[in-house]
């Protein structure tokens, strides 16, 4: 475990991103940008992101629902649906490099803070809107979460064991591959303002971001006409490819080329396996799984998990163990990758969290602050960004229009 540093800005340091979004989808892409020394304002109605109540688990006052996901930003409570307020978001927007939401078609142009509005404001603004169905379709009224997503795209429908229910990837894809390619997008819309000076509207839809992973499956479906159902932890093409018990874990292998498979007979003390015509090539191991498996399923569960991992590694074969949170997170590899850092929590303690995965040797993204306190912010950026006076502010207060911590 490493303690977060504090010596980097990181590659986005001098961008200013406004961040509407809350809940998962829009925080996590916003969180990585500001992990990469962006300076994130994130703007909350008077009671704030909802998140922040999550339960069942704290730290202070703030879930940790909230912690996971809102790290490297400021907190500036604006009222939008107040005259005042809208023009406090409209000076900031004058002097950011990217708004971006999360909210449901519609509600930006309500509030008169859509693209054509603010960028009368900002002509280079680049403004990036995250929603579940898009802005275009007969779907984009339909309220969505990523359980709704995972449903509709055609994943949960190859989720699970052969046989059982379809159940739903147990991170939330939808939620973060959408965050992702909002990243894309921004950082994509900001090269071209580097070069043309143009700002302009992007939008990610959540569906789209689970329908394009469908990749190869998909393709075998546009090609075959078949609709595949659950397949477990297995592969529609490779053999072995997939989890399987041992005497007490459960461990991982992928040994369908025919280099791996040899040397993973080795390992298993079973050569004249991989002299078996039935299993000599990939070819005949697809057309055999039904015997093969159950074979190797068989023998693995004759020992641990860790002593057959011991041999199948020494024989250079993919394989892993199927790992708790309690393993991955006090895993070597993961902590020398720094995956686990420190962060300062809400009573001068230290609180664990994810680190960054992207790994840049000029500029490294290892700086990491807290969470903010709601409203934490507002005075400051409000002064300090656009030069209001402590009067005006105060003025803001009494009318609603903001909130400060």
């Given at each position: 475990?490493?303690?977060?540093?504090?010596?980097?800005?990181?590659?986005?340091?001098?961008?200013?991103?406004?961040?509407?979004?809350?809940?998962?989808?829009?925080?996590?892409?916003?969180?990585?940008?500001?992990?990469?020394?962006?300076?994130?304002?994130?703007?909350?109605?008077?009671?704030?992101?909802?998140?922040?109540?999550?339960?069942?688990?704290?730290?202070?006052?703030?879930?940790?629902?909230?912690?996971?996901?809102?790290?490297?930003?400021?907190?500036?409570?604006?009222?939008?649906?107040?005259?005042?307020?809208?023009?406090?978001?409209?000076?900031l927007?004058?002097?950011?490099?990217?708004?971006y939401?999360?909210?449901?078609?519609?509600?930006?142009?309500?509030?008169?803070?859509?693209?054509?509005?603010?960028?009368?404001?900002?002509?280079?603004?680049?403004?990036?809107?995250?929603?579940?169905?898009?802005?275009?379709?007969?779907?984009?009224?339909?309220?969505?979460?990523?359980?709704?997503?995972?449903?509709?795209?055609?994943?949960?429908?190859?989720?699970?064991?052969?046989?059982?229910?379809?159940?739903?990837?147990?991170?939330?894809?939808?939620?973060?591959?959408?965050?992702?390619?909002?990243?894309?997008?921004?950082?994509?819309?900001?090269?071209?303002?580097?070069?043309?000076?143009?700002?302009?509207?992007?939008?990610?839809?959540?569906?789209?971001?689970?329908?394009?992973?469908?990749?190869?499956?998909?393709?075998y479906?546009?090609?075959s006409?078949?609709?595949?159902?659950?397949?477990?932890?297995?592969?529609?093409?490779?053999?072995?490819?997939?989890?399987?018990?041992?005497?007490?874990?459960?461990?991982?292998?992928?040994?369908?080329?025919?280099?791996?498979?040899?040397?993973?007979?080795?390992?298993m003390?079973?050569?004249?396996?991989?002299?078996?015509?039935?299993?000599?090539?990939?070819?005949?191991?697809?057309?055999?799984?039904?015997?093969?498996?159950?074979?190797?399923?068989?023998?693995?569960?004759?020992?641990?998990?860790?002593?057959?991992?011991?041999?199948?590694?020494?024989?250079?074969?993919?394989?892993?163990?199927?790992n708790?949170?309690?393993?991955?997170?006090?895993?070597?590899?993961?902590?020398?990758?720094?995956?686990?850092?420190?962060?300062?929590?809400?009573?001068?303690?230290k609180?664990?969290?994810?680190?960054?995965?992207?790994?840049?040797?000029?500029?490294?993204?290892?700086?990491?602050?807290?969470p903010?306190?709601l409203?934490?912010?507002?005075?400051?950026?409000?002064?300090?960004?656009?030069?209001?006076?402590?009067?005006?502010?105060?003025?803001?207060?009494?009318?609603?229009?903001?909130?400060?911590?």
């Amino acid at each position: 475990m490493t303690e977060a540093k504090t010596d980097s800005k990181g590659p986005l340091q001098g961008i200013r991103i406004i961040d509407l979004s809350m809940m998962l989808a829009g925080p996590t892409g916003s969180m990585l940008m500001g992990d990469l020394g962006a300076e994130v304002l994130k703007i909350e109605p008077l009671d704030g992101d909802e998140t922040r109540e999550a339960p069942p688990y704290y730290y202070g006052e703030n879930s940790a629902y909230f912690w996971s996901i809102n790290r490297n930003k400021k907190s500036v409570v604006i009222n939008l649906k107040s005259a005042e307020g809208r023009q406090a978001f409209y000076d900031l927007v004058a002097k950011s490099d990217v708004v971006y939401d999360n909210y449901r078609p519609g509600v930006l142009e309500r509030l008169k803070i859509d693209y054509e509005n603010l960028k009368r404001y900002n002509p280079q603004i680049i403004c990036c809107s995250i929603s579940t169905f898009g802005y275009i379709g007969p779907y984009r009224d339909r309220p969505g979460y990523d359980l709704i997503v995972q449903a509709m795209s055609g994943g949960m429908s190859i989720t699970g064991e052969p046989g059982g229910s379809p159940v739903r990837a147990g991170i939330p894809l939808g939620d973060l591959v959408g965050g992702l390619l909002a990243v894309h997008g921004i950082l994509a819309a900001y090269i071209h303002r580097q070069k043309t000076g143009e700002g302009q509207r992007l939008e990610v839809s959540l569906l789209d971001g689970q329908v394009y992973l469908l990749t190869y499956v998909a393709q075998y479906y546009f090609h075959s006409g078949n609709i595949p159902g659950p397949i477990g932890s297995g592969h529609q093409s490779l053999v072995p490819y997939q989890a399987f018990k041992t005497k007490d874990i459960q461990i991982v292998i992928v040994a369908h080329q025919d280099h791996h498979f040899q040397r993973l007979c080795q390992a298993m003390e079973k050569p004249e396996w991989a002299e078996d015509p039935r299993f000599a090539n990939r070819k005949a191991r697809l057309e055999n799984k039904s015997i093969l498996i159950p074979m190797m399923e068989s023998h693995l569960q004759t020992k641990g998990g860790d002593e057959w991992l011991e041999a199948i590694h020494k024989a250079g074969v993919p394989a892993g163990p199927i790992n708790t949170l309690d393993r991955v997170l006090s895993d070597p590899q993961v902590l020398a990758r720094e995956m686990v850092v420190e962060i300062d929590g809400p009573a001068n303690d230290k609180i664990k969290t994810i680190g960054n995965p992207l790994k840049m040797e000029k500029t490294p993204a290892n700086t990491f602050t807290r969470p903010p306190q709601l409203g934490e912010h507002t005075r400051d950026v409000l002064s300090n960004v656009l030069g209001y006076s402590k009067e005006k502010i105060d003025t803001l207060v009494q009318q609603g229009a903001i909130k400060t911590a």
